[in-house]
């Protein structure tokens, strides 16, 4: 099956500083990437929708200029948390979509990137 | 506007035993339907979808799970249980069609616990 992967699978920063994460798709191009993030023993909320060579679509209450978003290439979508705070450690996952066989849409998931804020 | 819901938060089978994870949804569409198993600290892997045709879908790791429009549902179900099927289980929906920028729905997801 496909394969997408996040750097890094984990992360510690200081409140206060920006953390990016990036997402690629490593054997097959992805017009749409989606950003998850799942607080502990919680289930995964849809953050926002990054299409190639557009602006993101930032789910309600998502805070755009925090997380900031961006897909610069069919492989690869970044995100970065700006002035991280305590509250934003979370489990942050991402998506990668592409037209499947007979028309359907296949959505793969990265591993996920472990981000504590201090 | 979609949702999912998974009742019961923590299921508990011996090893051997018939697994079933319930899951009700709602759409204003046809929907697609998903789900997914997640190991602690790692992402999601696919363990089988419905999308259209046949409502019995069968998955990896001996795991299938059946379509009923008429109830809304979507229950996985798995024969025989492993120790190694424990884990946390996620039922999801999505809205089919091209273009449109649909992320999944997930339910909260349930907690398998395989007793020896």
């Known amino acids: 099956g496909a394969v997408v992967s996040q750097h890094p699978s984990w992360v510690i920063c200081k409140s206060g500083t920006s953390v990016k994460i990036e997402c690629r798709s490593l054997d097959f191009q992805a017009t749409t990437m989606f950003w998850y993030r799942q607080f502990p023993k919680q289930s995964l909320m849809l953050m926002a929708t990054s299409n190639e060579g557009s602006k993101a679509t930032y789910e309600q209450g998502v805070e755009k200029d925090k997380f900031l978003i961006n897909h610069a290439s069919l492989t690869l979508s970044t995100l970065t948390v700006t002035s991280a705070h305590p509250e934003d450690s979370s489990f942050y996952i991402c998506s990668a979509r592409f037209w499947g066989l007979a028309g359907v849409h296949e959505q793969y998931f990265g591993p996920g990137t472990r981000l504590t804020v201090t | 506007a979609q949702s999912v819901t998974q009742l019961g938060s923590h299921v508990s089978v011996s090893e051997g035993a018939l697994v079933l994870l319930r899951c009700n949804y709602s759409s204003s569409v046809p929907p697609y339907l998903f789900w997914y198993v997640q190991y602690p600290n790692q992402g999601l892997q696919l363990l089988l979808k419905y999308t259209t045709g046949a409502t019995l879908v069968k998955g990896i790791n001996g795991f299938e799970a059946e379509f009923k429009k008429s109830e809304t549902s979507f229950h996985l179900t798995k024969p025989s249980a492993h120790m190694s099927d424990a884990a946390e289980y996620f039922c999801?929906?999505?809205?089919?069609?091209?273009?449109?920028?649909?992320?999944?729905?997930f339910g909260k997801g349930t907690h398998l616990i395989i007793q020896p």
């Open positions: 999801a929906v999505s809205s089919p069609g091209g273009g449109g920028a649909d992320g999944l729905t």
